[in-house]
């Protein structure tokens, strides 16, 4: 199974998916902003709590320094509504149920876990400059402690 990595420089692939309230968000539509686009296994599961808990935490000081964020899972817009409720989370959350996004963007494939290799979603994050291209890729990342080593890497601590 070969995976598509996306490197610095890249073109991000461009979408359209629904986020928790039914609304289409698009990529394309947030031209001018730098975006940071996050993929994770499955909403209200503790790392993926977590990790949006965090962003959550940190979207003031993200918004500031002129980031969007938006994290993707393969999880329907009704579950998706219900994470954000549960965890006040601020910032959109899309549904792929099709994963053809994380396969775009090289979020999913083959992965190794407790010594046994499966496929699905490598948590996943990329920094995405106003003007559409990759900033960074970042695969396979932790959930826990993920935010404020990317708030580092952007400068913002």
């Given amino acids: 199974m070969t995976q598509t990595r996306l490197e610095p420089g890249d073109a991000a692939p461009d979408?359209?998916?629904?986020?928790?309230?039914?609304?289409e968000v698009g990529l394309k539509s947030l031209r001018g902003t730098r975006v940071i686009l996050y993929f994770y296994p499955a909403a209200m599961t503790p790392g993926c709590?977590?990790?949006?808990?965090?962003f959550r935490d940190s979207l003031q000081s993200l918004a500031a320094a002129g980031f969007a964020v938006l994290g993707v899972s393969k999880d329907t817009p009704q579950k998706l509504a219900k994470f954000a409720?549960?965890?006040?989370?601020?910032?959109?959350?899309?549904?792929?149920?099709?994963?053809?996004?994380?396969?775009?963007?090289?979020?999913?494939g083959e992965k190794t876990m407790y010594g046994k290799t499966t496929v699905g979603v490598?948590?996943?994050?990329?920094?995405?400059?106003?003007?559409?291209?990759?900033?960074?890729?970042?695969?396979?990342?932790?959930?826990?402690?993920?935010?404020a080593r990317l708030r580092k890497d952007l400068g913002l601590e």
């Fill in 49 to 54: 709590t977590k990790q949006a808990c965090d």
């Fill in 122 to 147: 490598l948590r996943s994050t990329f920094v995405i400059d106003a003007d559409g291209k990759i900033e960074k890729a970042l695969y396979n990342v932790k959930a826990t402690g993920h935010v």
């Fill in 15 to 23: 979408f359209i998916l629904p986020d928790s309230t039914g609304q």
């Fill in 85 to 108: 409720e549960r965890d006040a989370l601020n910032f959109p959350l899309l549904s792929d149920p099709d994963l053809a996004v994380h396969q775009a963007y090289g979020a999913y």
